[in-house]
């Protein structure tokens, strides 16, 4: 079987649908898919090429550096390929220009087409539009999936919370519950020392570590907030900042307003097959305090590295974070949190159990098992389809 993915962001840019794109491809071809993947070009391209890439040229995104829109026309061009090489399903990655290039080649080509939903539009919208009325913005948001979610035969969505906020939605398309899995290479066992030494950290200070695109909607404020208070309580602990984005600058700007900049540090993005993993092993616990995760990969990577937990559970980490994962689950309350946070710096048993349930944990997130799923999926898409004409989306069962 041969899939086309089409996205509208992927590596070098460092987010959730890249990490999620990049580890199916990996594993799809062992069960028997080959894919090609067509994407934006950006300024800087990985050095490490992947295979079966097509880069499009791309534009800039008014007020998102780091994001890229492919050129219409070019991507068009791109496009016209594979309705020549005979492809048997699209599979979209991001609702924007992907989206209707996507459902628009499958219609040419007289193939099925399906969509992953990575992305929370609903509080999405309220953060980068924040003018508009959160309720209109809500409203509008539903609406807009609805519309997407109407051109596929077949839904994919990364945990079962997120499938019952699309259902609560309307959306009648079939959903099917396909969480992104870890790739071995995410178990391998990083060096937190080495991390330390090399970001100028000293050995003994407690460390909080967060790791994820440094977003408004990640609620990265809050983590910073209880920062504040856990300094009260533990002046010599500190904050880890991995990552970039476009709440960089308000974020320094209150870590200056509470007078911590001795005690956060941010260290932007890290290379994913080093330093990535020293980071996470440099954790004496990772937070976490995003309400709008659809999955929230960031956390089975941490536990994969031992690193104990505190969290919220909302919307898609909900399906991680369950009893035994090796994190203390709390409400987005800040003396709360900071109570969990110096619960498991002071308590080294606790911290040690919660390490052992981390990395037990991780492991039942095999990502090769995913792409066996995902790959069975594509197998009754598709055949449903090819019998059907259309295919009948009330015959492709929903998981």
Request: with cysteine.
């Amino acid at each position: 079987m041969r899939a086309l993915f089409i996205s509208d962001v992927y590596f070098p840019r460092v987010n959730g649908v890249s990490t999620s794109i990049r580890t199916f491809r990996a594993d799809l071809g062992n069960c028997g898919v080959e894919t090609h993947l067509v994407a934006p070009s950006y300024s800087t391209e990985p050095a490490e090429q992947d295979w079966n890439v097509v880069r499009v040229p791309s534009a800039g995104v008014p007020r998102d550096p780091e994001d890229r829109r492919m050129r219409w026309a070019d991507l068009t061009r791109a496009l016209e390929v594979f309705k020549r090489d005979r492809i048997d399903l699209v599979h979209i990655h991001t609702p924007f220009i992907a989206h209707y290039a996507g459902t628009r080649l499958a219609r040419a080509a007289g193939v099925p087409c399906i969509a992953t939903y990575h992305t929370f539009f609903e509080e999405y919208l309220h953060h980068y539009v924040p003018v508009m009325p959160r309720r209109l913005g809500r409203t509008l948001a539903r609406a807009f999936t609805r519309s997407q979610c109407r051109d596929v035969q077949a839904l994919v969505a990364p945990s079962e919370p997120m499938r019952d906020a699309l259902l609560q939605y309307g959306v009648e398309t079939p959903i099917h519950v396909v969480p992104t899995g870890l790739p071995a290479d995410r178990f391998r066992q990083g060096d937190g020392l080495r991390f330390r030494k090399l970001a100028g950290l000293q050995a003994e200070r407690p460390l909080l570590i967060y790791v994820g695109r440094v977003a408004h909607e990640k609620n990265i404020g809050f983590l910073v907030r209880t920062f504040d208070e856990v300094c009260k309580r533990m002046p010599s602990a500190m904050l880890v900042i991995a990552g970039e984005g476009p709440a960089q600058s308000a974020l320094r700007a209150q870590v200056q307003e509470l007078k911590l900049q001795d005690d956060v540090k941010f260290v932007g993005y890290l290379d994913r097959d080093s330093s990535l993993l020293d980071c996470y092993a440099a954790a004496d616990v990772f937070v976490f305090a995003s309400r709008t995760e659809t999955q929230g990969l960031v956390l089975l990577e941490a536990m994969a590295q031992g690193s104990p937990l505190v969290s919220l559970a909302e919307l898609g980490a909900k399906s991680i974070l369950t009893p035994g994962c090796g994190a203390l689950i709390v409400r987005e309350n800040v003396d709360e949190f900071a109570s969990a946070v110096i619960r498991v710096l002071s308590d080294s048993h606790l911290k040690r159990s919660l390490s052992s349930e981390a990395r037990a944990h991780a492991q039942k997130w095999s990502s090769l098992s995913m792409a066996k799923q995902l790959a069975e999926l594509y197998s009754a898409v598709v055949e449903s389809f090819r019998r059907d004409g259309r295919g009948a989306k009330s015959e492709i069962a929903s998981a």
